[in-house]
């Protein structure tokens, strides 16, 4: 039986492969598999490895770990041999095992969770999370007190995704599931649930997307009006200002694309 097949049969069944489980996690760690993936231009999301992960946190024991006078508790270990994967992590800073950071990458005071992957170069600042089976771009910017969402249950659902060069602004909370495509940029406290309006207003009538950040999208928050019984609300929603324009040194188009939409980050 393949890995898949082991990891399915446990779920169904009830009855634990614990080795093929620890392969899965391992191969997680490593990032020799990811919970989704982009395949022919697509998002594909590889259910049986959030089963896995499930099933992990099902089998595994509770034990003590500690780093100096620093004490934990835990059923998951933290992830080691940082060094020799270049990756960079301030305490307290913080990358459970099952997840992978591709090198090159910075965690400030931060959080990553398992089964969640970060691409290279990309910075998790301080006090932002990265949610569990979360999947990070390159080059990607999470600014500090971001809150990315983790998805686990039911196995099947896409998880959040920022694709490369994204840069999210300070503050932000993308959950459920919500993509946001490669080079976007979120100024700060744009919130993004799989229900959250995000309108287009950069043309003579409103384009109203749901779970998607176009790509290169200048996105800020707002509000718009709706009518209840006792009265008229104003509920948030996200606007799409402007697009970033096409450069060969994205830092430069971004610290523009700063300037030019005068966003707070």
């Known amino acids: ?60 024991q509770m034990r003590e770990g500690s780093f100096g006078e620093y004490v934990f508790h835990d059923k998951i270990p933290l992830k080691t041999d940082l060094a020799a994967q270049n990756v960079r992590v301030v305490p307290p800073g913080t990358i459970r095992y099952g997840a992978h950071v591709e090198p090159g990458c910075i965690v400030m005071p931060g959080y990553v969770n398992i089964g969640a992957y970060v691409g290279s170069g990309s910075m998790v ?19 500090g007190g971001v809150g990315i969402g983790g998805v686990l249950e039911p196995p099947g659902a896409t998880p959040v995704i ?4 994204a840069f999210i602004g300070s503050r932000c909370i993308v959950v459920e599931g919500v993509r946001v495509e490669e080079g976007a940029v979120l100024g700060a406290g744009v919130t993004l649930t799989a229900s959250t309006p995000i309108i287009d207003v950069t ?3 409103e384009v109203v997307h749901k779970g998607r950040v176009p790509a290169r999208s200048v996105v800020v928050p707002g509000v718009r009006p709706k009518e209840f019984p006792a009265g008229t609300y104003h509920l948030p929603c996200a606007l799409i200002i402007g697009k970033r324009s096409a450069s060969t040194d994205d830092k430069t188009s971004l610290n523009s694309v700063l300037r030019e939409f005068a966003l707070a980050v």
């Open 125 to 143: 600042d301080t006090w932002a999370t990265v949610g569990s089976c979360a999947q990070i771009g390159k080059g990607v910017h999470l600014s």
């Open 203 to 205: 043309g003579p009538e």
């Open 1 to 60: 039986m393949s890995l898949q097949d082991r990891i399915e049969a446990s779920w169904n069944s009830g009855e634990v492969d614990t080795d093929a489980v620890e392969e899965a996690l391992a191969k997680l760690d490593r990032g020799e598999l990811r919970v989704a993936e982009k395949i022919d231009g697509e998002w594909v999301v590889h259910a049986w490895l959030k089963q896995a992960v499930l099933l992990y946190f099902r089998t595994a």
């Open 162 to 165: 920022i694709e490369d060069g």
